[in-house]
């Protein structure tokens, strides 16, 4: 079956610890984005990669790093830099829209990881 | 500052009526707008999508209305079902950044029985 699979599903953290979520994907799809829910806020987008080896902040990238070293996986590290780090996490992927010409893709998003920080 | 806002954090509608899920957008750059439906623990699956060249857009028992003037969109649902009952979040899309999407906070809907 074709998706997107996140691990784990619920993940604890001590303070001053990093911590890597993991996000494959097996649609072919270019691009991969990691996103952030709150309770009462929509999903922000932390970062975002359009092609292996390459990808870009989105709005709340502090205190997180990623890597896009196949096109199936796009971990995303939870560094102690990142002071409010329990929320729930999001990946999605998409395929790439051309910008002014077509419509953006839609993004299909995992099952999500939720983690807390003791 | 949320570029798109759901007002409604809840709505609650009994089973066969017409749910109204309304959305808000600050920046003229949108142009494209999507609907994504979210059950608990799991991740949003789209529902539909509205380009704002289009003023109307159905599939279904769905249909998204888009009101660029009033910078507006809202999702009709008729009728409504139990199944549907699920958090409903509004995306948008920008000309300049296709692939980069901002999402409101979501409306949670509640369809009674």
């Keep these: 079956d074709g998706g997107i699979t996140q691990s784990p599903k619920y993940l604890f953290r001590k303070e001053g610890q990093n911590v890597t979520l993991s996000c494959e994907q097996n649609l072919n799809h270019d691009a991969m984005y990691w996103y952030r829910q709150d309770p009462g806020q929509g999903l922000r987008l932390i970062y975002y990669s359009q092609i292996v080896n390459d990808f870009q902040k989105g709005d709340i990238a502090e205190g997180y790093s990623v890597s896009r070293e196949k096109k199936e996986s796009f971990p995303l590290t939870v560094t102690s830099a990142q002071k409010n780090p329990t929320a729930f996490y999001l990946c999605a992927s998409s395929l790439m829209g051309q910008t002014g010409t077509s419509a953006p893709y839609t993004q299909y998003f995992g099952p999500g990881t939720r983690l807390t920080v003791l | ?113």
């Design chain 2, 1 to 113: 500052d949320q570029q798109v806002k759901q007002n409604s954090p809840s709505l609650s509608v009994q089973e066969g009526r017409i749910s109204i899920l309304n959305c808000d957008y600050t920046n003229s750059m949108f142009d494209y707008f999507l609907w994504y439906k979210k059950y608990p623990a799991e991740g949003p699956t789209f529902l539909i999508s509205i380009s704002s060249i289009k003023d109307k857009n159905e599939d279904g028992r769905f249909t998204v209305f888009l009101n660029k003037s009033a910078k507006h969109l809202s999702l009709h649902i008729v009728p409504s079902q139990p199944g549907d009952s699920a958090v409903y979040f509004c995306a948008a899309s920008g000309i300049y950044n296709f692939n980069k999407f901002y999402f409101g906070s979501g409306t949670k809907l509640n369809v009674k029985p």
